[in-house]
Each structure stands twice: as structure tokens, then as C-alpha cells.
């Protein structure tokens, strides 16, 4: 079998399948994939965001990850309002083409505790598809002692290509806004693949994709008129594999005024056991563009010679317009 086939093989009939799920630096960008309640938690109407990632281009079994979302605000009424939130994400590896596809919509009640903070809870349902190539794999059945004879069986147990199931979630997530500053504080709580759906290719493993319970946070503290800390983290934990990621940066306001906002924010944050993420994100008025890039510090360095992956955000936010200083502050909705 040759090395992509090996490698794919293993994340077939091996239970590291459970550590594929989707994973992104520049998860504070993309709240939706990690946490339903995140459906509509912001100061605005509407949001939509979109990360690429391309990961290990160096190696046979290279990802190239896209996530796709949108969400908004359909009804307020006094402490209380409703957000609707839809995400795409789709995943692609390998010479056979692993693929991930999924498709989904998120619901969540938010409920303001004063005009400062407030808490949602959310829940969402996803249709997944896992799908592999297997004609373009070759297997060791195949290899007649001189050559490669695709015509042959490749006496694997896969039964079939793909495999579709639907798959829920639920979140809780807390929120605070500075009413003078621009200081605000997040934390998320997500409960993903609740009901642990089987996504397999072969009747003999029975594999049944694991819950992945998920933790972020993302913080920005004013020090100045003109400039802003920030930190930002996720932990994330599927049966034994886990994921820690912890960050910090500095947001510089380049300009301000109705129609001229302008910012640049540099961070660098670490994930545990494996890279190192310098990241820069320029704003502009309801627009946010980021770009990173994984610095690989595992052992897996021995094949990527350090490189790990690049990784590019786009978000859009129909934002309130400012509140005029004389005036009382606007509510968190």
C-alpha cells in the first residue's frame, strides 16, 4: 500500500478517527462551529464569517478545511431575544479524498441580565456526510509481486463509500460589554455530536463518532485610547484527545469616526504539544480579515520540517452604530 493509502487506512479502522473532527486557529472568528448559543450573542443584527485553513501541504495526507456561517437576530423583546445561526463546514485529505461534510442550524435564547451582561443557551442539528475514494488507493492484495493491479480486490472490510448521519448539539454561553470602554469578556460552553452518531465504512467496527465537549474564551481589556489587550482560549476534549490553545495580542486603533474605524490586532498563542500560531487581523468598519499560521512544534516536525498550516478568517458584523457620549448607554442587544 503506499504511504497515503497507509496513512488514510489508519484514520479509517483506527479510533484516531475520533481526533479529525475540525479544529481552527483562529476559532474566536468562528464561534458557530464550536458552540450553538453563539448563534446571534453579539452587539449587532447580523454576522457572517468564513474560514480556509490548508494544513500540512508538505506530506501525501494534507487537509484543506473550510467553514462557513451566518447568523443573526430575528426577534427582541425587552431582556430577551432569539438568534437562528446556519454552518457549513467541509473537509478534504489524502489521496483517496477523505472528506467531512456537514451541514446545519443553530438556535439559541439570549437573555440580558442588565444593559452590560447577559448569558444564551443554544442547541443545533447537522446532517454529516463521511466520504473516501477507494479507487484511487492501492492495497498490499493488489501488488502481484511485480506491479500494482488495481483489477484486484483490496480485501478491506470498507462496505461502502460514504456515510450520512445527523448529529445535535448544545451550548451555554456568558458575555459582558464594557458601557465606556471597549472592554468585553466571552466564555462558551459546547456539547457537539450529543448523540454520538455512527460514521463508519465497515459493519465490523461499529464506530460511533465521540461528543466533543468544547471550552473558549475571548477577552479584550482597553489600556489606552488607541490600544486594547487581548486573550483568547479553547479547550476541547473527545474521549481521550485533547486540545489546549491559549493566546494573547495587542489591538491597535488606527482610526475612528462613523464610516472610519480602523484597526490592527498582532497575537501569538500556543497549542499545547504542537504549534506555535503567530496571527495578525486587520478591521475595517464591519470587516475583519485574519490571517495565521501554525508553527509545528510536535514530532510530526520530522515530516513538515516546522511548517504546519495557514489559515485565513473574513468576517462581517452589521454592527449599532455608537452611542453619542451625552447619551445613555445602548442596551447588550
Known amino acids: 500500500m503506499n504511504c497515503s493509502g497507509l496513512t488514510l487506512c489508519f484514520l479509517l479502522f483506527s479510533m484516531s478517527l475520533c481526533a479529525q ?9 468562528q ?5 450553538p448559543a453563539s448563534a446571534g450573542a453579539f452587539r449587532g443584527a447580523m454576522r457572517g464569517a468564513a474560514i480556509y485553513r490548508a494544513q500540512w501541504m508538505q506530506v501525501p495526507v494534507s487537509y484543506q478545511t473550510f467553514d462557513g456561517s451566518f447568523d443573526w437576530k430575528i426577534r427582541k423583546r425587552g431582556k430577551h431575544a432569539l438568534g437562528l445561526g446556519c454552518l457549513l463546514q467541509s473537509d478534504r ?4 479524498g477523505l472528506s467531512w461534510l456537514q451541514v446545519g442550524g443553530n438556535a439559541a435564547l439570549h437573555h440580558a441580565l442588565n444593559a452590560h451582561q447577559g448569558f444564551s443557551i443554544g442547541g443545533g442539528i447537522s446532517m454529516i456526510q ?4 477507494t479507487s484511487k488507493l492501492s492495497f498490499k492484495s493488489q501488488w502481484t509481486g511485480d506491479l500494482f493491479d488495481p483489477g484486484l480486490p483490496s480485501n478491506e472490510p470498507l462496505i461502502n463509500n460514504s456515510s450520512l448521519r445527523t448529529s445535535l448539539a448544545a451550548g451555554l454561553q ?4 464594557s458601557s465606556k470602554k471597549r472592554s468585553y469578556a466571552q466564555v462558551g460552553f459546547g456539547l457537539l455530536h450529543l448523540n454520538r452518531p455512527e460514521l463508519d465504512f465497515s459493519a465490523q467496527t461499529g464506530f460511533r463518532l465521540p461528543m466533543r465537549v468544547t471550552i473558549q474564551t475571548d477577552c479584550a481589556l482597553q489600556l489606552s485610547e ?3 489587550f487581548v486573550f483568547f482560549g479553547q479547550i476541547q476534549q473527545m474521549q481521550k484527545n485533547q486540545e489546549w490553545v491559549a493566546g494573547f495580542g495587542l489591538r491597535q486603533i488606527l482610526s475612528t469616526g462613523p ?3 480602523s484597526a490592527f490586532r498582532a497575537s501569538l498563542a500556543y497549542r499545547w504539544g504542537d504549534a506555535l500560531i503567530p496571527a495578525v487581523q486587520l478591521e475595517r468598519n464591519n470587516w475583519v480579515l485574519g490571517l495565521s499560521y501554525d508553527w509545528n512544534l510536535s514530532d510530526f516536525q520530522i515530516a513538515t520540517n516546522r511548517r504546519g498550516g495557514i489559515e485565513i ?10 452611542p453619542l457620549k451625552y447619551l445613555k448607554s445602548c442596551p447588550i442587544f
Open 259 to 261: 464610516g472610519n474605524t
Open 174 to 177: 456568558w458575555y459582558w460589554y
Open 31 to 35: 464561534p458557530q462551529a464550536f458552540n
Open 313 to 322: 478568517s473574513l468576517l462581517y458584523q452589521l454592527l449599532p452604530a455608537p
Open 226 to 228: 488607541w490600544q486594547d
Open 130 to 133: 463521511r466520504s473516501v475514494n
Open 93 to 96: 485529505a489524502g489521496d483517496g
Open 21 to 29: 473532527d475540525l479544529h481552527f486557529s483562529q476559532f474566536y472568528n
